[in-house]
């Protein structure tokens, strides 16, 4: 990881993601720790899909362990939590925690291009917003998809 790590800085990539379930805690305090000027994305990949307090480990103990963004599955898409959990994770990500900075709430799971203005009615300003497969399917037509991305949270945010 190291290497691969060092690679991405050569290449002027400042933003990671990893699964610290996957790769494990240490790995991502050690990312975190030796690595600073790069920002780390918290995949909840293998987090027993929300079996383990979700207000804990992805509210909580990412955001401890280091992790700069938190993703986690959002309400309306193929998998997710309910809304008043949402809500929840986006507020523990964002609010105090022992003099940390705050972490950047992710949701993500089926996110589709239409719902940009409801999940940012919901979420408000802070927030990034992982629609990554409905972008996926756009296949030879990624770069519209994603400039139309793009204009919907410009458009709102106008």
Do not use: K
């Not at 610290?20 to 975190?32: D, K, R």
């Not at 809500?87 to 940390?100: N, Q």
């Amino acid at each position: 990881m190291q290497a691969q790590l060092r690679l991405a800085r050569e290449c002027g990539i400042d933003t990671v993601m990893m699964a610290p379930m996957l790769s494990g805690v240490a790995t991502l305090q050690a990312l975190a720790r030796e690595w600073p000027e790069m920002a780390v994305l918290a995949h909840p990949s293998m987090s027993g899909g929300g079996q383990i307090a979700p207000d804990l480990l992805f509210g909580t103990l990412f955001r401890l362990w280091g992790a700069d963004a938190l993703i986690f599955a959002n309400y309306g898409g193929r998998f997710g939590f309910p809304p008043p959990m949402c809500a929840s994770l986006s507020g523990r990500a964002l609010g105090p925690l022992h003099g940390l900075r705050a972490s950047l709430p992710t949701p993500a799971g089926g996110m589709e291009l239409a719902r940009v203005p409801e999940l940012l009615d919901f979420f408000g300003r802070d927030v990034m917003l992982l629609i990554g497969g409905s972008l996926l399917l756009a296949g030879e037509r990624i770069a519209q998809e994603g400039a139309a991305f793009q204009r919907a949270v410009e458009t709102y945010f106008a």
